[in-house]
């Protein structure tokens, strides 16, 4: 029998030690993580923080400054490669420096500047998202945003700080796929998906004389009457379909399932519409994320044109992200698609904003001059498009928004009519003079340059309607979740946002005598079109974008007191031609 005893491990003195020393640097580490990040996260809340600093945007800004105005240096122009309004200093910071500096030595005059911005480099000058070896990165993340957690940008300029969100989108409970019926056979629309998408690289491969033309984003004027559409006759189709950011691609697979589309004439480079009467809502996010956005506007926007002479309506909502992009906050927007706006708009706003000379810029310190100026208060697409769009909508007996709508925004905001109106004036509302700057010539800085642009930020942000505001976890039209996170599933407080909706619905019968009976939104992406709250929230955003989730677009179909006593009849869309029924994708309600 083999002799067993109890040994007790000692430890040596010096070991102890180690170990103790180790185990306190832990400790240590995790106190200093919880503070800062409480720190952050207070601070983001109290006081807004510039979106240009020093720091990150000098080294690009000081050359916009040198003495011979023939002689500016081409980084003071682009995006310096250091600015990123949500990134922090990081490693890859002085090397960032050197390339700028290296940039600005290679094109040293205006003239060799925009002479270079249809050549090769133009990506490497004019991506939001820093360097080229920084680039993929940024887009990686960009794409996993949705796969995990939604991390949005605050409109509030809390742009140095990170700030978490506790909206969990991953979806929990996975709606079945129904056996659908088939409404008829796929158009031929349908069979041109599939090659189209592999010609698709960029949208400059689609661009047209007209791109750069403000008429070409032109949408029809917004009438009175237009926030609220309810004298419908039975059988009006209306559709509608969630977030687009930026691709093309998803766009054109939203409106071929929609049947919106000339069956042989239209193309992915050519809408002609086809929808008779029909009314189409698009629900907002058509930035961001992707490289076509001015392509999907300009998509959009020539339906809209179209579709009134057949009796049709095209309706254009803000989401988020129009709303951020208006503040000047582009940390979600794609580098190829800063790259389509540049090219698209860059040269046409050199001609006509400064004399011909690219010193309108200065006044954006490099954080993407021409994207600033395409889609702020009163600027190059605000006219055309902007001031004609809308924040919500009610047409027959659904009301239409990006994110949500409660009985506290009604009664705050005026109402639909009330919120849509401030958006729209505050659009077309002019920036005080003093930060009128094309020439650039009143600047004598950098520290003036930053400030400036600083103050502009600011400008937009404290007088943009609180409709459009917010932020992460904010309760505004275009940024709320309670109606639709988390994914394909019922609300993460249901009795709480049952009540919500329900009030909701109450505050608009009482005073519109409108009897709402749904609420269709986007925002949070799900895997199918679905309904929870009992069929009162509707949520359309599928995630449809490559640079979301890339999943197969869907539609929903509505149509105005359609069945036996004027009941709407509700069906979701496919690309490949099929309805499904509104039953078939209501999500499971627990009774406890």
């Not at 939001?128 to 680039?135: F, L, N, V």
């Amino acid at each position: 029998m083999s002799q067993s005893s109890n040994r007790s491990v000692s430890l040596s003195p010096p070991l102890l030690l180690l170990l103790l020393l180790i185990l306190s640097i832990v400790i240590m580490n995790t106190l200093i993580v919880s503070v800062s990040s409480f720190t952050t996260r207070t601070a983001t809340r109290t006081a807004p923080r510039n979106i240009i600093n020093t720091h990150r945007n000098g080294n690009g800004v000081k050359a916009l400054l040198s003495t011979s105005t023939s002689s500016l240096q081409v980084s003071a122009f682009g995006t310096n490669s250091n600015y990123h309004p949500r990134s922090r200093p990081s490693r890859s910071t002085s090397r960032n420096q050197n390339q700028n500096q290296r940039i600005a030595t290679e094109f040293r005059t205006t003239n060799d500047f925009i002479n270079t911005c249809s050549r090769s480099t133009t990506s490497r000058l004019w991506s939001g998202r820093g360097s080229t070896s920084t680039t993929t990165t940024s887009s990686s993340r960009s794409t996993r945003l949705y796969s995990s957690n939604v991390s949005e940008a605050s409109t509030n300029i809390t742009h140095d700080a990170r700030v978490d969100v506790d909206v969990d989108v991953d979806v929990d409970v996975e709606v079945e796929t129904p056996s659908s019926s088939k409404a008829s056979s796929p158009s031929p629309i349908a069979s041109s998906i599939s090659s189209s998408s592999s010609s698709i690289s960029t949208s400059s491969n689609f661009l047209d004389e007209h791109q750069s033309n403000p008429a070409s984003y032109q949408i029809p004027p917004f009438q009175k009457g237009d926030d609220v559409l309810t004298n419908l006759p039975k059988g009006q189709r209306i559709v509608s379909f969630g977030d687009v950011h930026g691709d093309i691609l998803a766009l054109y697979k939203f409106l071929q399932a929609s049947q919106l589309l000339h069956p042989t004439k239209s193309t992915i480079t050519n809408p002609i519409w086809d929808g008779g009467d029909a009314i189409l809502v698009q629900c907002g996010d058509i930035l961001d994320r992707g490289s076509e956005e001015l392509f999907c506007l300009r998509y959009l926007a020539s339906l809209a044109r179209q579709a009134p002479a057949q009796g049709g309506k095209v309706i254009l909502l803000h989401g988020n992200h129009e709303a951020l992009n208006a503040n000047g906050l582009f940390q979600y927007a794609d580098p190829k698609g800063n790259e389509e706006i540049e090219v698209v708009f860059g040269k046409d706003m050199d001609g006509i904003r400064s004399d011909g000379s690219p010193r309108w810029r200065l006044q954006y310190a490099g954080n993407e001059p021409a994207r600033w100026a395409a889609f702020e208060p009163n600027g190059w697409l605000s006219e055309p498009m902007y001031s004609h769009m809308s924040v919500s909508v009610i047409v027959g007996k659904t009301l239409f928004v990006h994110a949500g709508v409660t009985k506290d925004h009604l009664v705050k905001y005026n109402g639909i009519e009330g919120m849509n109106t401030e958006c729209r004036d505050w659009f077309t509302k002019e920036y005080p003079s003093d930060l009128q700057n094309d020439d650039g010539m009143k600047f004598t800085s950098v520290q003036e340059v930053i400030e400036n642009a600083n103050l502009r930020a600011r400008t937009a942000s404290q007088t943009m309607p609180e409709c459009l505001g917010g932020g992460i976890g904010a309760a505004s039209p275009v940024w709320m979740r309670d109606y639709s996170s988390p994914s394909d599933t019922v609300p993460k407080n249901p009795h709480k946002a049952q009540t919500m909706i329900d009030d909701c619905f109450d505050e608009l019968k009482k005073e519109y005598d409108v009897d709402v009976q749904r609420m269709v939104m986007g925002h949070t992406p799900q895997r199918h079109i679905n309904a929870a709250l009992k069929g009162k929230a509707w949520r359309v955003d599928v995630g449809a974008s490559r640079g979301v989730l890339g999943n197969t677009p869907e539609v929903l179909e509505i149509i105005h007191e359609g069945g036996e006593n004027g009941v709407d009849i509700i069906n979701i869309l496919t690309v490949d031609g099929h309805r499904i029924s509104s039953a078939e994708r209501q999500t499971l309600e627990l009774p406890f």
